[in-house]
Each structure stands twice: as C-alpha cells, then as structure tokens.
C-alpha cells in the first residue's frame, strides 16, 4: 500500500491574513517571548516555513555543566514547527501527534541559537515538519535535527 505524500501548494492570496493573526499570537505568548523563560524571537513565518532564534541565557543550561537543557532545545524545535505547520492552514491550533529529535551536538551557554522548519508534507488529516537547529553565526554548527506530526483543526 502506497501513501500518497501532497507537498504544500504556493501561498494563497487569503493566506496573507493567516500568518498575520500567527505573527501576533506569537508574540502574545508570554512563555515563548519572555528572555527570563525562554526568550525566542520569531524571524519570519511564511507559508510552510518559521524561523526561530534564542539566545541561551543562564538559567537554561545543566547545573554546573554549561550544556543547554535538552528539553529547552526540543521546545525551540516545536514551537518552530508548529508555527510552520499552522501556517499552512486556514484556521486553528494544530496539536502535535509525534515528534522526533536527533541531538547531534551540544549547545553551550552565550550561544544565540537559530531554527528553521519547513513544511514538507500535507498528509490530509496532518502537516509533517522537518527542523533543524543551529548557532546562528556559524549555520554548519548544527545542533539538533527532528520532525514533527500535527493534526490539523477540525472545521
């Protein structure tokens, strides 16, 4: 049995209003904004596409080993991608139904942290997300890889 895979299509015109009410939930979200919690700016959001920067503060990393707390990176590599997914649909918040997340360095302390995910699949009931994280003055310094599954609202 085959799965038929539909990448998204080119943004359309009624789109424009979408990622605007994204943009300002965003920086309405206390929790993501705040530099005392986890402070991340949101570069730009397009259509299937959000990047995300962070710089690592103090209070985020591993007491006494100077190593970003992972579950700091994993949520820097969600909120990414569910930015990117609800942006290429018309209304609603879209839960996420499977994440997956490859560490494949460590990220220390002072680093400003950047991710950009990628809408790469509309699979009918669900948006698939491709991520990836790294340090945002040197972009081969890659950090984190993952993909993220989220059900798209109900009408």
Avoid at 52 to 62: A, I, N, R, S
Avoid at 114 to 131: L, P, Q, Y
Wanted: aromatic residues 8%.
């Amino acid at each position: 049995m085959s799965v038929q895979i539909k990448l998204a299509p080119p943004l359309p015109e009624e789109m424009s209003e979408r990622l605007e009410e994204l943009k300002q939930s965003f920086r309405n979200e206390p929790i993501l904004v705040t530099p005392i919690i986890f402070g991340f700016t949101l570069e730009s959001l397009e259509f299937g596409h959000a990047v995300l920067t962070m710089k690592v503060t103090e209070g985020m990393l591993v007491g006494g080993k100077g190593i970003v707390n992972g579950g700091i990176m994993d949520t820097l590599g969600n909120t990414a991608s569910v930015y990117a997914a609800m942006s290429m649909v018309p209304f609603g918040h879209m839960p996420r139904m499977n994440f997956t997340v490859t560490n494949l360095r460590k990220a220390f302390g002072g680093e400003t942290l950047k991710t950009i995910a990628e809408g790469i699949a509309d699979i009918g009931s669900s948006v698939v997300v491709n991520f990836r994280i790294f340090r945002e003055d040197h972009p081969e310094d890659l950090k984190v890889v993952g993909r993220g599954q989220y059900h798209k609202p109900k009408e």
